[in-house]
């Protein structure tokens, strides 16, 4: 089978996934040099599109708007992952208070994710 086919009604590109065939917006091989995003690129382009129209018009006109977003998630990514870290450890949530109180675990967790997104909100997605 064929990895990848065009429906010749609709122009509508497939890639195969398993046993089935879904649609897919272009094939990831024929376009060299392009990266998938991921949600904190997604989010800044929300951000760039809505408040920094002239920066997001440049990126695209130029062909650089994916790559851009790109490397934003990557150093997103890496700045939430290093906070989480440094506040676990700061405020003693371990495994065993995982085991011992799991919903105290889980309150807290989710206290530290969030200050983590606001952090990396502040600093990297709406500048």
């Known amino acids: 089978m064929k990895k990848h086919i065009i429906d010749e009604k609709t122009g509508i590109p497939y890639t195969l996934v398993g046993d089935y065939y879904l649609p897919w917006g272009d094939f990831p091989d024929d376009e060299p040099g392009q990266r998938p995003i991921g949600i904190w690129g997604q989010r800044h382009l929300t951000y760039i599109k809505q408040h920094k129209r002239v920066r997001y018009s440049e990126l695209l006109t130029s062909g650089n708007l994916n790559n851009y977003l790109a490397d934003i998630n990557d150093e997103a990514e890496e700045i939430f992952s290093r906070l989480v870290k440094k506040m676990t ?33 502040n600093q990297l997605i709406n500048i």
Do not use: D, P
């Open 89 to 121: 450890e700061k405020q003693g949530i371990t495994e065993q208070l995982k085991a011992e109180n799991q919903m105290e675990w889980v309150g807290r967790m989710n206290n530290i994710r969030n200050c983590a997104i606001e952090t990396v909100y």
